[in-house]
């Protein structure tokens, strides 16, 4: 005979349920989501058991207009989140937001939106209402024509009239008019439920000191959102602040706490956790933890810190596929934070990364990990400051594509990885420690390339007029020259593009036969890196040490562009690599 369960028991058996029902719905899409919760025997209980961020999503997944029926079901404090991260612009209430949640919550259940109003939003209430209606109190001796145009009443003394503002395209006048039908739907069904309450808050309402009223409620929604991570720009930004791998040591460990049985109200949010699908350091350490009271602290520390970096780089995250891209970048700092904090163990890294998840807290283990592109940013603006380019007022487009994609990235004040292969701005967050490396291997050898040409002392008069100028036409025109013995240029050379006639020299003794296909020969190479040490005054080993992949890069592009074309056959215009112009 089996002991029967307890009431506790029982709470938490029921709790786990929905939390198993939460996680499986969150991996539907979303329109056989909404119809999975609607198809629950307690569907109410299954929305209310939802963290309110991973709702919202789902919501807006779905499409608010379509999600009405979550929205009816959604407990107060999810309707109060919803109002807290749409409601605002940065320190100011956004009355065009507002006004779209307040037609979403009247059409999913307008009579709990008139109580949820009175009894916890009032305040709010009479600050929108402020900005959007007029009263005026008709005295007995008044006709209702002298109070003037637009005023309705549903008792003869309150009137009220919304206010007008100029439009000026369809869609603005299209928004006025559902906020018009909106206002007029509201106020009628707040004087229905409770007719002398309605008096007062639209008499309060015009009465509002507004800049205190806003302060004040956007103090304590600052404060409702910090407790899930959503801080103010000013403290949410120090997530970007680095961290040495060194002086983690000096912070407290974090505790891991124990489950509890709880009441059913609060849950870790789930949907950050199940968008980790790469294959990282971090998420295999995470994978590798089993324990229970671990798994759900480290979600909710992810979540957490999900909302501090989208606090911090100031976004508007409304769908599951705009999170997933949040949950990629954060999850791909943590593990160069991991891969940072293992360096001197990588035979054992995921068993040593899983130890440091339940040691550090996953913000710190992230500001590790951006604290390696953020040096290269330090780096970079550094070198810009006293640079020969600079110095030259020669633009970025000056270092071609490759090196202008990476300066690109790292100038920024968050660098970014220069991929050509990433669809639209090329750009994206770094993912390993491995592509921060090879970012500055690239910065290195660009940083490397500037020097040399300040070396070279160029006395042109301004190489910034010179058209389609980069540093690969520059390097090799100036070593054309210095072959043809072309007279040295001066301050008062006004290009340093050859005659073409006197190129065509130098371009047939470039090239050499190789089973019947043209190639720079190694003698070529070695003339021309000896040339850029003579006039720069390196040492043949540092320049081939640190750029010696650059330049043999470099010829195998002329081989690439120039090698199928003959002399007699070269058009100036045409040719990228040197400068030339007609004899």
Not at 76 to 86: G, K, L
Not at 121 to 133: D, G, H, P, V, W
Not at 188 to 216: K, N
Not at 389 to 417: C, H, K, M
Request: glycine share 4%; net charge negative; proline share 4%.
């Amino acid at each position: 005979m089996t002991k029967s369960q307890s009431p506790v028991q029982k709470h938490i058996q029921r709790i786990q349920q929905l939390a198993d029902e939460r996680q499986r719905i969150l991996s539907m899409p979303a329109d056989k989501a909404m119809v999975a919760i609607l198809d629950h025997p307690q569907p109410a209980a299954l929305v209310h058991s939802f963290p309110e961020e991973d709702l919202f999503f789902l919501v807006h997944d779905i499409g608010p207009d379509d999600a009405l029926p979550l929205i009816s079901l959604a407990s107060n404090r999810q309707w109060e989140y919803f109002w807290d991260i749409q409601g605002w612009d940065r320190d100011q209430m956004d009355y065009a937001r507002v006004t779209t949640w307040l037609q979403l919550l009247l059409r999913a259940d307008p009579n709990r939106l008139a109580k949820w109003c009175f009894d916890e939003k009032l305040e709010l209430l009479e600050l929108y209402l402020f900005r959007n209606i007029e009263l005026r109190v008709r005295e007995m001796d008044e006709s209702p024509s002298d109070l003037g145009d637009g005023y309705f009443t549903d008792d003869d003394t309150y009137y009220v009239r919304l206010v007008d503002y100029p439009t000026t395209t369809p869609e603005e006048e299209a928004f006025k008019a559902r906020r018009d039908a909106m206002l007029k739907q509201l106020l009628d069904r707040l004087s229905l439920f409770d007719h002398a309450r309605y008096q007062g808050l639209i008499m309060e309402a015009i009465h509002v000191l507004p800049a205190e009223t806003e302060e004040e409620q956007f103090r304590l929604r600052n404060g409702r959102l910090a407790e899930k991570g959503f801080l103010p720009f000013y403290e949410a930004v120090g997530v970007y602040q680095p961290l040495q791998p060194g002086d983690l040591s000096a912070k407290e460990k974090k505790i891991i706490g124990t489950p509890s049985a709880g009441d059913g109200t609060i849950s870790t949010p789930q949907l950050a956790a199940s968008f980790l699908d790469e294959d990282n350091l971090f998420v295999r350490a995470l994978k590798s933890i089993h324990e229970t009271k671990v798994i759900e602290q480290l979600q909710a520390e992810l979540a957490g810190l999900c909302n501090k970096v989208i606090s911090a780089d100031r976004e508007i995250i409304l769908g599951r596929s705009q999170l997933q891209a949040v949950v990629t970048k954060t999850s791909a700092y943590l593990s160069i934070g991991l891969e940072q904090m293992t360096r001197s163990d990588k035979s054992h890294r995921e068993a040593q990364a899983s130890q440091l998840l339940q040691h550090y807290l996953l913000a710190d283990i992230f500001r590790v990990g951006v604290a390696g592109s953020l040096r290269l940013h330090w780096e970079a603006m550094r070198w810009r400051k006293k640079s020969w380019f600079r110095s030259q007022n020669l633009p970025l487009t000056f270092w071609d594509e490759a090196w202008l994609g990476l300066l690109g990235g790292v100038l920024i004040d968050r660098p970014q990885y220069y991929d050509p292969s990433t669809a639209g701005t090329n750009y994206r967050d770094f993912r390993s420690s491995q592509e921060i490396q090879i970012t500055r291997k690239g910065l290195e050898q660009l940083m490397t390339a500037d020097q040399v040409l300040g070396d070279m002392q160029i006395s042109i008069a301004s190489l910034s007029d010179t058209r389609f100028l980069t540093y690969k036409n520059l390097f090799l025109t100036l070593w054309s020259r210095a072959w043809l013995n072309l007279p040295p240029i001066d301050q008062q050379t006004t290009t340093i593009a050859v005659p073409i006639s006197d190129f065509k020299r130098f371009y047939t003794a470039l090239w050499a036969d190789q089973a019947g296909v043209r190639v720079i020969d190694d003698s070529k190479k070695n003339d021309f890196l000896q040339w850029v040490a003579r006039a720069s005054g390196q040492s043949l080993e540092v320049l081939s040490q640190r750029l010696g992949m650059v330049f043999e890069a470099l010829f195998s592009e002329i081989e690439r562009e120039l090698g199928p074309v003959k002399a007699g056959n070269l058009e100036p215009r045409y040719v990228q690599l040197f400068l030339l112009k007609r004899s």
